[in-house]
């Protein structure tokens, strides 16, 4: 063997060696290629999951956003009808202190009425006192007059004896006669006295009398203001009362207000929990679905396989179409399930159109809408409440029907899922 075939055989196991190497090496280089990829067909996948669950945060947080606002108007308008409250105290606080014024007013003139009254009746006793004087003097007058009507008699007779006695004392008779005029005289002067006084007492009686008119008109101008401030304490009453209401339509206003503030932080802490599915579900297990208010399940009556079946509630039995299952949805229906029944296969679904309170609830082909698609979201250790991904409404029972309306956390939105089944 030569040289030169040692050195080629030396080359061909070199070349040999460095081939076997370079295969080694590529073999190497493709696995960590295929690596990279998988790392990279990985990091896109999450990158996906990522938006969808970025994409489901935002759809909810412009419903929070919207629910906000709701209560926020809510909260405005509660403030406004406190405001208006407000103004209608003061306005009857106003009335009230006019009312007042008004009574210390009537009470004033009344004050007024009854020292007026005093006065006239301090009058009217002057004036019977008068009265009674001036009757005592007529008595007297008359008493008088009949004395001077017996010394007429007496003096008349004293004129007869003295006729008789005529003839014996004529002087006498003269002086008889004489008495006799001055007699008559007195007797006409107290007749025109007599007059006098019986004038006299005829204007005092016209004037008690209309002493006394002016006192009955006192009277009742007196009883007039009695009635006024009868009236007027009736109006105050009122008035009081009245505002007792304001008061009252005001302390329940910042109730309602303070308890729309509670219910709003209770919502938003609501809105915070967590809104992902909870780890009770599983698509592989069959569950009954009870409400917390009637302790009766979901159900298809009669099983039946119609779309458009109105969904209802009754006593659990135990039969297929008391049976549901939930199927979790991904991507940007992250948190939601299909709610299907293992008699009929089909959905429960809301209407599509109706977004208002009270719409009925019903089972319908599965097609992926969004008024198929339901949330669990938890009220506490035990209960969900149900809601719907197209209106934000939730499952209710209203007298034996189920339908969808706003939450208002009471016992028939609460519902409980019990496990019947696994496969």
């Not at 135990?318 to 979790?328: E, M, V």
Request: hydrophobic letters at 30%; glycine letters at 4%.
């Amino acid at each position: 063997m030569g040289v030169f075939e040692i050195v080629a055989g030396i080359l061909v196991l070199a070349i040999g060696a460095f081939s076997v190497k370079i295969k080694r090496d590529l073999n190497e280089v493709s696995v960590k290629y295929q690596d990279v990829q998988k790392k990279h067909r990985d990091v896109e996948q999450s990158l996906k999951d990522n938006q969808a669950k970025l994409s489901a945060t935002s759809d909810k947080l412009t419903k929070e956003q919207q629910q906000n606002k709701k209560n926020e108007q809510s909260l405005k308008d509660n403030q406004a009808e406190l405001a208006s409250t407000i103004k209608k105290l003061i306005k009857v606080q106003t009335q009230n202190t006019k009312f007042e014024q008004t009574l210390n007013d009537t009470q004033a003139k009344l004050t007024k009425a009854e020292t007026k009254l005093h006065d006239i009746h301090t009058e009217a006793a002057g004036l019977k006192q008068s009265l009674n004087d001036t009757e005592a003097k007529l008595t007297q007058t008359e008493t008088n007059l009949k004395n001077s009507h017996k010394e007429a008699e007496g003096f008349k007779k004293s004129l007869e004896a003295a006729e008789a006695n005529l003839n014996n004392s004529r002087t006498e008779a003269e002086g008889f006669k004489k008495s006799l005029e001055e007699a008559e005289a007195n007797l006409n002067n107290s007749r025109t006295e007599a007059e006098g006084f019986k004038k006299s007492l005829e204007e005092t009686e016209a004037k008690l009398v209309e002493t006394e008119n002016n006192l009955n008109d006192s009277h009742k101008e007196a009883e007039g203001f009695k009635q006024s401030l009868e009236a007027a304490e009736a109006n105050l009453n009122d008035s009081r009362t009245e505002a007792q209401g304001f008061k009252q339509s005001l302390e329940q206003a910042e109730a309602k207000v303070e308890e729309l503030k509670k219910s709003l932080a209770e919502t938003n802490e609501k809105l915070n929990k967590l809104s992902e599915t909870p780890e009770i579900i599983d698509e592989d297990l069959i569950y009954s679905i009870k409400s917390v208010a009637t302790g009766k399940v979901l159900f298809i009556p009669q099983g039946s396989l119609k779309n458009n079946t109105p969904i209802k509630q009754d006593t659990w039995r135990g039969g297929q179409n008391q049976q549901w299952r939930l199927q979790l949805l991904g991507g940007a229906d992250q948190g939601y399930c299909y709610i299907f029944s293992v008699k009929s296969k089909k959905c429960i679904v809301a209407s599509p159109k109706a977004k208002d309170n009270k719409a009925e609830i019903n089972q319908y082909q599965c097609n992926a809408e969004n008024h198929q698609k339901w949330k669990l979201v938890p009220v506490n250790d035990e209960h969900f409440v149900i809601e719907s991904k197209n209106s934000g409404k939730v499952l209710t029972v209203s007298d034996n029907k189920i339908i969808e309306d706003t939450l208002h956390d009471d016992e028939n939105q609460y519902w409980i899922l019990n496990q019947v089944n696994s496969k």
